[in-house]
């Protein structure tokens, strides 16, 4: 993390409770299963990575500075050229108001930061998250820190002894045991393109709503 935008340093940072989304047990509300059927929002999957964290470096009214400085966008841009990064972008037509961005390593998934600049636009795209990482075996849904917002889609706080057994057994998963390889050529255990390849997203690259809500409908 960053102190700021222009800040110079980066420093890590390990919560001794870590938030997780158990991709099981994800809590998909009747207004947000509306939401996603209605398809209010056109999402995709990797097609804009730099918008959107960009989006999420921005200033906002309730956050007027961020920790993503240029040289964690810089890396992360690479990380995603290399396909380990990845991105889940929420479209009103033409318009980026939401979306997501993080890191996949193994059965792991690890979600850096988050924006809404539509009603409901950051819901639908964790949603479409847990629904991707779900079809791609994924394991561990690592959140960082607990928010009202995550609690109230099924997050939960695990102790540090906890969580890093859920990361061993799923980090371990880059050994080997998963999809033989990704688009870097390095083995890898979760497949987060495994979606795209059943043919789900339209000629646009969109996934339909109503396929995500379906599911996730067996996990609310």
């Known amino acids: 993390m960053a102190d700021a935008r222009d ?8 919560p ?11 809590h998909l ?19 804009a990575f730099g918008a959107v964290i960009a989006l999420c470096a921005e200033s906002a ?19 995603h050229a290399m396909g380990r990064a990845h991105s889940i972008e929420c479209w009103d037509d033409d ?17 850096e930061s988050m924006v809404s600049r539509a009603t409901d636009a950051s819901k639908v795209a964790i949603a479409s998250l847990v629904a991707r990482l779900r079809v791609g075996g994924f394991t561990l849904l690592d959140c960082q820190f607990m928010t009202d917002h995550l609690a109230s889609l099924g997050a939960e706080e695990i102790s540090r002894a906890d969580y890093m057994a859920l990361l061993g057994a799923a980090v371990s998963a880059s050994t080997g045991d998963g999809p033989a390889e990704g688009r870097s050529g390095v083995a890898a ?3 987060f393109r495994a979606l795209d390849a059943l043919g789900v997203p339209d000629a646009a ?15 609310s």
């Not at 800040?7 to 390990?14: K, R």
């Not at 001794?16 to 994800?26: K, V, Y």
């Not at 993080?102 to 690890?110: D, E, K, P, T």
């Not at 690259?205 to 996990?219: R, Y």
Request: proline share 3%; charged share 30%.
């Open 61 to 79: 009214a309730d956050r007027p500075d961020t920790w993503i400085n240029r040289s964690i966008e810089q890396a992360f841009r690479r990380l």
């Open 205 to 219: 690259g969109a996934v339909p709503g109503k396929v995500v809500a379906q599911l996730l409908v067996h996990t």
């Open 95 to 111: 318009r980026l108001v939401g979306g997501l961005y993080g890191l996949s390593i193994g059965r792991a998934f690890f979600g």
């Open 189 to 191: 255990g979760g497949d």
């Open 29 to 47: 509300s009747r207004s947000l299963r509306r939401t996603l059927r209605a398809d209010r929002f056109r999402v995709t999957a990797d097609r």
């Open 7 to 14: 800040a110079d340093d980066i420093y890590w940072v390990e």
């Open 16 to 26: 001794r409770r870590r938030a997780i989304l158990p991709l099981d047990r994800f």
